[in-house]
């Protein structure tokens, strides 16, 4: 099974960079492993995404996403099946995910079926300003949340975390 690990977000909007420092930080830990290639810096959406998750059977999405429900650092799980929309995977100006994938899909493309769509997205503070850093909330507990992401990515694959 080809599996496809993304990092989406953009490395100088502070927290918007969480994504892709968890795909850095789980590649990292998970070394080589068979079938599997990891993006870590995505910051494409929309119909574009298709080009770079086509070919896989598996896909999974590490991203941000700013609710009021939960503080930073918390972070939520779900698959394309019940597919909440995050700043990264929407655009008003292009499609959202679920309608590129139902697009993609309808054009004959490859692409993985909406159960092995596996998305975390976690609670950030600030996905608006210029910077390199993330805020002091998210860099302090990284390590926490980036470890209970990580267990459940090995899962995933069949690994033993």
């Known amino acids: 099974m080809k599996t496809l690990i993304v990092g989406m977000g953009n490395p100088i909007l502070c927290d918007d960079a969480v994504g892709i420092?968890?795909?850095?930080?789980?590649?990292?830990?998970?070394?080589?492993v068979p079938g599997l290639t990891v993006i870590e810096e995505c910051s494409v959406g929309g119909l574009e995404i298709l080009d770079v998750i086509s070919g896989y059977d598996r896909l999974v999405i590490l991203d941000s996403i700013k609710t009021t429900d939960t503080p930073p650092g918390?972070?939520?799980?779900?698959?394309?099946?019940?597919?909440?929309?995050t700043m990264n995977l929407n655009n008003i100006h292009d499609t959202n995910f679920a309608t590129a994938l139902e697009l993609g899909r309808h054009l004959g493309q490859r692409l993985p079926d909406s159960g092995d769509i596996d998305i975390f997205a976690v609670e950030v503070l600030d996905n608006r300003t210029f910077s390199e850093s993330m805020t002091e909330e998210l860099e302090r507990d990284f390590h926490r949340y980036a470890d209970e992401i990580y267990i459940e990515v090995a899962e995933l694959l069949g690994l033993n975390p």
Do not use: N, V
Request: hydrophobic share 35%; glycine share 4%.
């Open 74 to 85: 918390y972070w939520y799980r779900f698959t394309a099946e019940s597919l909440k929309e």
């Open 21 to 32: 420092r968890l795909a850095r930080y789980i590649k990292s830990k998970l070394g080589e």
